[in-house]
């Protein structure tokens, strides 16, 4: 499991002063980049090196309770499924420090080849490292 910390800013609201729909979305990606940092990756040498990209394939995402100016929230991911070309995190965004959950996710990227655009499959290396598998 691994924890990426934000802030609602004033920027993140929508009029009503809660944060805006698609924002949850924002944070969760960033949260899953964080997660491949962690690991070692950065996804720019992934494209120099490996030719490889991370795009989302699929998404399904509940809200629950709205996050408002100046909370602070937490990321929850974690890999709830690895396949040979894909990985499904289950993402919550929650208030720190709480297990109140505003926002709930799973998220399929597809590793994809950077050249065609097509999906390919993880690197075996690289699907060892970050997910344990070999």
């Not at 944070?27 to 030719?51: I, P, V």
């Not at 509940?62 to 499904?88: C, K, M, W």
């Not at 109140?100 to 075996?124: G, Y």
Request: glycine fraction near 6%; proline fraction near 2%.
């Amino acid at each position: 499991m691994f924890v990426w910390p934000v802030r609602i800013y004033y920027e993140d609201t929508d009029s009503g002063g809660v944060v805006y729909y698609a924002n949850y979305l924002k944070f969760m990606e960033r949260a899953r980049t964080e997660w491949l940092r962690a690991r070692g990756f950065e996804q720019d040498a992934l494209l120099r090196e490996q030719r490889l990209l991370f795009a989302v394939r699929t998404l399904r995402v509940d809200y629950h309770r709205p996050a408002r100016f100046n909370d602070l929230l937490e990321v929850v991911s974690q890999i709830a499924e690895a396949g040979g070309a894909s990985l499904t995190f289950a993402q919550d965004i929650r208030r720190a420090g709480s297990s109140e959950v505003l926002c709930s996710a799973r998220v399929k990227v597809a590793c994809i080849d950077a050249e065609h655009f097509r999906t390919r499959r993880l690197p075996r290396q690289l699907m060892r490292e970050i997910v344990g598998d070999s």
